[in-house]
């Protein structure tokens, strides 16, 4: 039996809150995040955060997020007490170049947090969802 430590954990168990909604946090492999042309967002192996934008059918768009490279939207790292949240860093998430996944890949053994919700990223997201 699985073992709850968080509201993340225990949101993925109901139905209560919907699973594709902006500003959810997951850790993917880096050769699952690609743009349209099949290219890499980074040239690395190893896992990168993505915020989601919003799902489509079987596809969702994310935004990577990096801590290294400067760029994008200035976001800080999360301060929660979420057991699985990898936003550990201060960093920028790249909102001009969306990503186009397969969305079976968001599920619980990827997620990472929800995106506070007084965060000034979730406007932003907001208004590249309206674009």
């Not at 934008?53 to 990577?64: E, L």
């Not at 909102?95 to 007084?118: G, H, K, M, Q, R």
Request: charged share 20%; with cysteine.
């Amino acid at each position: 039996m699985a073992q709850i430590k968080s509201f993340s954990d225990l949101a993925f168990l109901f139905d209560e809150i919907p699973d594709h909604v902006p500003g959810k946090w997951f850790l993917l492999a880096e050769r699952e995040i690609t743009n349209k042309r099949n290219k890499q967002f980074a040239n690395k192996s190893g896992e990168r955060p993505v915020v989601l934008g919003r799902v489509a059918g079987p596809n969702a768009i994310v935004f990577p997020r990096s801590s290294s490279i400067p760029g994008g939207f200035k976001h800080q790292s999360h301060a929660h007490a979420e057991m699985k949240c990898v936003v550990n860093r201060d960093g920028w998430v790249v909102l001009d170049c969306p990503y186009t996944i397969s969305a079976d890949v968001l599920t619980n053994e990827t997620f990472s947090c929800f995106e506070p919700a007084n965060s000034s990223l979730i406007a932003e997201l907001v208004k590249v969802r309206a674009a």
